[in-house]
């Protein structure tokens, strides 16, 4: 069975479909399935025009997504759940504090990411790996400013706002191919 990231934001309207779209992207050759919901979403939207430009330039087909408001059965069933924001860290372990250990912001699991070391010998579980290397590296990290996590929503915004983002989104998850890459 595929290990699974979700990623979670207000509406799964911009910033977590767009982790979705960089993700799947990235992963591509890990057997990982990626997924997103948001907090607050209504079920069946499509994604923001600007997001979708975004997924589209990258190879994505955003015409097939669709929004879709978290579930506890979402975050029970995720290897690792990365949100937008330390209010959807918080509400998600509220959901689920069975997910707690496996549940960061996406700029503070890049941090974490980047500064782990993999693991000396290769591994059957990578994502698991690269889960337990990041966590471990946190006791070697100084502390962040609190919205040092929190990735800003570009709603509102313009498509250069977007495009941001979603570099801001592409650096958090950069760490964390590489490192599945190392430990698998």
């Known amino acids: 069975m595929a290990d699974r990231v979700l990623f979670v934001c207000h509406a799964n309207l911009c910033r977590s479909p767009m982790a979705e779209f960089l993700a799947r992207r990235l992963l591509a050759d890990r057997p990982v399935l990626v997924s997103s919901a948001g907090t607050d979403a209504m079920d069946g939207m499509a994604m923001h025009p600007y997001a979708a430009r975004v997924a589209a330039e990258g190879g994505g087909d955003p015409a ?14 995720a290897t690792l759940v990365l949100t937008a924001t330390r209010r959807q ?14 549940t960061f912001t996406l700029r503070q699991f890049g941090r974490l990411a980047a500064a782990a070391e993999p693991p000396a010998e290769s591994r059957d579980d990578p994502l698991r790996a690269a889960i337990a290397a990041a966590a471990h590296a946190r006791g070697r ?44």
């Open 141 to 184: 990290l100084q502390p962040a400013a609190p919205d040092a996590d929190d990735l800003r929503d570009p709603i509102g915004g313009t498509a250069a706002d977007f495009r941001r983002c979603a570099e801001e989104i592409e650096r958090s998850l950069r760490p964390l191919a590489a490192l599945i890459g190392a430990t698998g």
């Open 89 to 102: 860290r918080s509400i998600c372990t509220a959901l689920a504090p069975g997910a707690l250990h496996r």
């Open 64 to 77: 097939a997504f669709a929004s879709r408001t978290l579930r506890p059965e979402h975050l029970a069933d």
